[in-house]
Nanobody
Framework: QVQLVESGGGLVQAGGSLRLSCAASGRTFSIYYMGWSRQAPGKEREFVASIRWSSGSTYYEDSVKGRFTISRDNAKNTVYLQMNSLKPEDTAVYYC???????????WGQGTQVTVSS
């Protein structure tokens, strides 16, 4: 089992930046992909970005391409999401996740709130 702990959320004005971090522990050797999903009020959880742990290949949802960057530090078992040019529609609870495919996750963190004011 993999445990995931996020940090770095908060309140930012539109156009600003935030960086989320997610530290993995437990059976980290079993991780193929790590990523982020988000859930806005009244909406379903949606994929944001993921990264293949071994190669560093990255995947992004269309609305965040060019604004968000996912990266990882293998030595620290940590994945990051750098979010730039934030928009009010990026407001959501962001969840760190791990799983067997770039778009399929089985382990989740507790979530961290990101609020972008206009």
């Amino acid at each position: 089992q993999v445990q995931l702990v996020e940090s770095g959320g908060g309140l930012v004005q539109a156009g600003g930046s935030l960086r989320l971090s997610c530290a993995a522990s437990g059976r980290t050797f079993s991780i193929y992909y790590m990523g982020w999903s988000r859930q806005a009020p009244g909406k379903e959880r949606e994929f944001v970005a993921s990264i293949r742990w071994s190669s560093g290949s990255t995947y992004y949802e269309d609305s965040v391409k060019g604004r968000f960057t996912i990266s990882r530090d293998n030595a620290k078992n940590t994945v990051y999401l750098q979010m730039n040019s934030l928009k009010p529609e990026d407001t959501a609870v962001y969840y760190c996740a791990a799983g067997p495919r770039w778009d399929t996750f089985g382990s989740w963190g507790q979530g961290t709130q990101v609020t972008v004011s206009s």
